[in-house]
């Protein structure tokens, strides 16, 4: 799989609280057709899946789950983020080189130039664990 640095949210980013990740993504402005009056409406998720990963590259610890979301904003400082989809994930699930988790792909309604995870965790903090997240160029699919 090919990551690029830009499309990195989280790079072995530790999670021992709830947190947004490190990086946000910029989609960049929406641009107009020659002859539009408007800009074109940005909705990632349809048509082409644009595909993403999120791994483990650090076992956790302690908690009871971790939620990740997926947020869109209009704004990078994420004023009034709208969440698109999130995924909770119990701590077996959660050891390095496990399972990716969330899709595998940016959901439909990634609709906003902005777009980062939100770590959101239950139970005692954890003070272990570690999560790289980002748009990739294609996933590995044989293991």
């Not at 790079?11 to 057709?33: F, P």
């Not at 909705?43 to 939620?67: I, K, R």
Request: hydrophobic residues 40%.
């Amino acid at each position: 799989m090919i990551m690029d640095r830009t499309l990195l949210f989280s790079d072995r980013q530790a999670i021992t609280a709830t947190a947004a990740s490190t990086n946000v993504v910029d989609l960049g402005a929406a641009g107009t057709v020659y002859g539009a009056s408007a800009p074109m409406v940005r909705d990632v998720g349809h048509g082409t899946q644009v595909p993403m990963v999120v791994t483990v590259t650090e076992s956790f610890n302690n908690l009871t789950s971790l939620a990740i979301a997926l947020q869109v904003d209009d704004n990078a400082g994420f004023a009034s983020p709208r969440t698109i989809s999130t995924h909770t994930h119990v701590l077996a699930d959660l050891a390095a080189n496990g399972k990716y988790l969330l899709p595998d792909s940016l959901p439909a309604g990634t609709n906003e130039r902005y777009v980062r995870l939100l770590y959101t965790v239950t139970g005692t903090a954890p003070t272990l664990g570690r999560i790289t997240a980002g748009v990739t160029a294609g996933n590995q699919s044989n293991g």
